[in-house]
DNA sequence: GATCCTCGAGTTCT
DNA sequence: CTCGAGGATC
């Protein structure tokens, strides 16, 4: 029995580590499950349990305390570089004080700074006895009940002697998303998740946050040592330890700065929190000729990048009107730098996203840009400011005082026709470019013309003169000449861009460009019997009755007729749909701002050569095409292994 | 019925 | 880009 619990702990723990530190998984779930309850029966039979037993990892009882842990080696903390002339800088002193002691230059080492908590393992024999928090860096606290719980950590090594090795403990993005999707207390950020996570006296607890860590130094050794970072590295990878895969050599300072530079830049597309990059000597000799101050090492610095997350007040919150009625807040904050703009308002989704996050005017709040764009409210500071006040849920519209529909967590203005900002954006929703493209239409036009009662829907844009507009504020004979003539030339219409025009609910590009190349008229489309509706692709019951509802309302009727009258003309040609190309039955998905082509450009060279564009990467995503900043579409097709190429690389593949 | 995939809708600042 | 939700698939 005992040998058949030594083969299930050691195949399972090499399973672990192929999935969660290599990222390859070998065998299936079922098949974990299997051999993962085998071995608690045999423990449960046996009444014993071996060190390294993945079991282990499941947070057993409630700890009462954290016992004190002293270090083996002190965890030093890195003088901070909060300049690129500030790292420039300190590089010269490095090359100084080494000609100093005589030694030739050194290469750096530059690695991401990661966001998180150092924390600091021990092991023995082979197995990991002891893990603790970082402390004041001499004495810190254990906590190797919480740290068992991180998978890709392993729990025996092949390496026999006493030794400490220095990590950083991370909540991956993506856990820290998937955990507040469902969450009645979000988390206010990754770092603060992580650490309430690894000083909960509740392993359980740990274990539901999903952390990760990477580790980058060996402390304390026995009976070994390094001669370069490399050397360190490799050691720690032959130890099954994760290593972060970031790290980079560079020959000369400006080099080093290159590196943080880039770092810096791709700091959107990874599924975890840095808050800059570490620069270090290479060569371990360097090292210990430079030695420390009394705080840090003389041989590394930390490079801060500006932060990604801030505090500030919450103002006020006003509510928006979108085309189809919908209400969303936006806050008004206090103004706040955040990644190299100032940020004043965020968005706060819906009502019941406010309950959620507890958020009152008046409050600290902490806000993020979360694709490095747009500005989030993650969660409020817990201290209470005096004066707070909570935000009132609307019932009746702010712009034309109907009263309010409530459909699931969002409000609804239930005036289509005369509520101004929703007439407004339903306008430039119809004038937009992948719509009927009206060029040089802007919505502060759009907002004159509902103003002067120009319009009152979209056929009325066709049924505008040029002395209608020339008595308007900033209207120029030039202008409204140009105007008429991109109405005049936006009559030709493809079919499939009409449809989307329409504004119908639930109907966007795509499902759009399949009505029409099912139906191939309005006509057809508009008196279409529910089972042709149904037999489109993604297209469902729900869509279904969304499209005929939307041609049985009169008014709707009465307003694609008089735009026909106005002599706006959808057309189709059917498209013969390649089935042979480079990228035949291949889904690709584009990601970051591409340098050479427009990204509707992209799409229909994939077309053409037979493949399929798509918006979201998943486990059938063929290609993702990553271009200029590169965010979290970038990390997911790393992390699913999904096949990616550069802007360059797409265009060669093509030509070839 | 659950899970995965994909689409639609709404989002800020310069 | 993110989120929620509809549709497809097992």
Redesign the pocket.
């Known amino acids: 029995m005992q040998e058949e619990m030594r083969a299930l702990v050691d195949r399972l723990n090499e399973t672990a580590y192929q999935y969660y530190t290599l990222g390859e998984p070998t065998i299936s779930d079922k098949e974990w499950d299997e051999m993962y309850n085998r071995l608690i029966d045999l423990e449960r039979q046996t009444g014993t349990r071996l060190p390294d037993s993945p079991t282990r990892r499941v947070g057993g009882e409630v700890l009462a305390a954290f016992a004190p842990h002293r270090h083996l080696a002190r965890l030093w903390s890195l003088d901070k570089a909060q300049s690129e002339q500030a790292l420039l800088d300190w590089a010269g002193r490095v090359e100084k004080l080494l000609a100093a002691a005589n030694l030739p230059t050194c290469p750096f080492f530059v690695e991401h700074k990661f966001d998180g908590l150092t924390i600091n393992l021990t092991y023995e024999g082979g197995r990991l006895v002891g893990a603790a928090t970082r402390g004041d860096g001499i004495v810190g606290e254990e906590i190797l009940a919480q740290v068992l719980t991180i998978k890709s950590i392993p729990l025996s090594i092949p390496f026999q002697g006493r030794m400490e090795v220095h990590g950083e403990c991370y909540m991956p ?1 993506s856990a820290f ?1 998937a955990y ?2 469902t969450a009645k207390e979000p988390l206010k950020n990754p770092r603060n998740a992580a650490a309430g996570a690894l000083r909960n006296l509740d392993p359980a607890v740990t274990a539901s946050r999903r952390l990760d860590a990477r580790f980058y130094d060996v402390g304390y050794i026995e009976g070994r040592s390094f001669l370069s970072q490399e050397e360190m590295l490799d050691f720690l990878r032959e130890n099954r330890l994760p290593v972060s895969d970031c790290e980079q050599e560079a020959a000369s300072p400006t080099e080093a700065l290159q590196r943080v530079r880039e770092i810096e830049q791709s700091r ?2 990874l599924d975890y929190m840095i808050d800059g990059a570490v620069i270090k000597l290479a060569d371990f000799r360097a090292r210990d000729a430079l030695g420390y101050t009394d705080k840090f090492p003389r041989w590394a610095v930390a490079y801060k990048f500006e932060a990604e997350e801030v505090t500030t007040t919450l103002e006020k919150v006003d509510w ?1 009107l ?5 209400l ?1 807040p ?1 806050a008004h904050v206090a103004p706040v730098e955040l990644a190299g ?7 706060l ?2 009502y019941g ?1 406010i309950l959620r996050k507890r958020v009152k005017i008046g409050a600290k709040v902490w806000i993020r840009r ?7 409210i993650m969660g409020r500071v817990e201290e209470y400011v005096e004066g707070e006040r909570e935000i009132e849920k609307p019932s009746v519209c702010p712009a034309c005082g109907s009263p309010l529909e409530e459909r ?3 409000l609804f203005c239930p005036n289509r026709e005369h509520c101004r900002p929703q007439l407004i ?1 339903r306008l430039s ?1 119809f004038s937009g470019r992948e719509a009927m493209d009206i060029e040089t239409l802007s919505d502060k036009t759009l907002a004159q013309l509902v103003d002067a009662e120009l319009i009152h829907g979209p056929a009325d844009l066709y049924r505008l003169r040029k002395e209608d507009l020339l008595p308007l504020e900033r209207f120029g004979e030039k202008k409204a000449e140009n105007l008429l003539s991109a109405l005049e030339k936006s009559k030709e219409i493809p079919l499939d861009r009409f449809v989307f025009a329409l ?10 460009r399949d009505l029409a190349e099912k139906f191939g008229s309005l006509e057809a489309l508009a008196s279409a019997p529910r089972e042709a509706l ?1 037999s ?9 009755d ?1 499209i005929a509802e939307f041609f049985r309302d009169e008014k709707n009727r009465l307003e694609i007729q008089a735009l026909y009258q106005a002599g706006v003309a959808p057309h189709w040609e059917t498209e013969a749909l390649v089935h042979e190309g480079k990228l035949a039955g291949k ?1 690709v998905v ?3 701002t591409l340098s050479t082509l427009a990204r509707a450009q992209a799409e229909e060279l994939v077309l053409a050569q037979g493949g ?1 564009p ?8 063929s290609l993702v095409v990553a271009g200029e ?6 990390a997911k097709a790393q992390a699913l292994g999904v096949p990616i190429l550069s802007e360059e690389e797409f265009l060669q593949l093509l030509d070839s």
């Open positions: 993005l998303n507040n999707r959107a597309g928006q979108g085309r189809t009625g919908k969303t936006l703009a100032t940020v004043r308002r965020a968005t989704n819906n996203d979360s694709n490095e764009v747009i500005p989030e699931g967590a969002h954006k929703h504004g119908i609910p639930n109907v966007g590009r795509k499902t759009a149904l489109v692709d993604d297209v469902g019951e729900i869509i279904a969304s889904s584009f990601t970051g399929k798509a918006s979201s990467v998943s486990k059938k995503t900043n590169a965010g979290s579409k970038l």
